[in-house]
C-alpha cells in the first residue's frame, strides 16, 4: 500500500499560540526588553520544555501565557481564545476554565487537606464542594495520594506535597498546564518519582504542557527543548 492511499491521523489541536510577543520594562531613562517578537505554538498533548539562564525571562514569559502578566505587543491565544481585552475578572475566570499551574513552591493552603487544596479551583468556580471533592480525589488517586487525601500540607512530604499541586492543576481538565520549575525543591529521588508521573499524566492528557525549568534531565523527558536567548526561543531539541 503506498503512502498516498494510508488513512492520515488528523493533527492535534493547537492549544497554545504565541504571536509576535514581546514584554518591554520601563526603568528609569531606560526600556528593558525581556522578551522580544517571541512566537511559539504547542498542540494538544505535546510537551514543551523551555530552559535558559536565570534572568533570560522564563518567568516572564510563563506568566504571560498564564495571563498574570500582559505582553507589550503581540498575541497570546489559549483554546482558540485570545487573552487580549479580557479584563482582569474576565482572565480570571478564563484561568480557571483554561489554564492549571504547578510551581517549584508548591502554593497549598496550609488550613486545607490535600483532598481540599486539590478541589479549590474547582469550588472557586462554582461546584458543589461534595462534587468538587469527588473529582479532587480521583485526580489524588491517579497521582497515588489516595491514601493521603485527609492530611494538611504539613503532614506531607515535599513530593507528597507537589503531587498534590499536580492534581490541583489538573483538576478543572485544562487545555494548557503551566509548570515552573516543578522539581526544583525536591531531592533528586522524589524529582525522579515526579518525572515519572509528568509522563505518565501527559501521555493520558490532551493539554498541552509547558515547563519551565533548569533541569535539564526534566527538559529532555519532553517532547521539544527550547532555550530562551535575547528574547527569542532558540530550538535545542
Known sequence: MSNESMPQQPAAP??????????????????LTVLDKLSLSVHAGERVAIVGSSGSGKTTLLNLMGGLDRPTDGSIIIAGKSLAGLGEAAMG???????GFVYQFHHLLAEFTAVENAALPLIIRGQ??????????????RVGMAARGDHKPGE??????????????????PSLVLMDEPTGNLDQQ????????????????????VIVTHDRDL??????????DNGQLVVTS
Open 93 to 99: 475566570r478564563f484561568r480557571n476554565r483554561y489554564i
Open 128 to 141: 458543589r464542594k461534595r462534587d468538587a471533592e469527588k473529582r479532587a480525589l480521583a485526580l489524588l488517586t
Open 190 to 209: 522524589t524529582a525522579s518519582t515526579i518525572l515519572d508521573l509528568m509522563d505518565e499524566l501527559a501521555r493520558e492528557s490532551a493539554c498541552a504542557f
Open 219 to 228: 527538559a529532555a523527558h519532553q517532547d521539544r527543548v527550547l532555550q530562551l
Open 14 to 31: 493547537v492549544m497554545l499560540v504565541c504571536e509576535g510577543i514581546s514584554r518591554v520594562y520601563s526603568e528609569g531613562p531606560r526600556d
Open 156 to 173: 506531607l512530604s515535599g513530593g507528597e506535597r507537589q503531587r498534590v499541586a499536580i492534581a490541583r492543576a489538573l483538576v478543572t481538565d
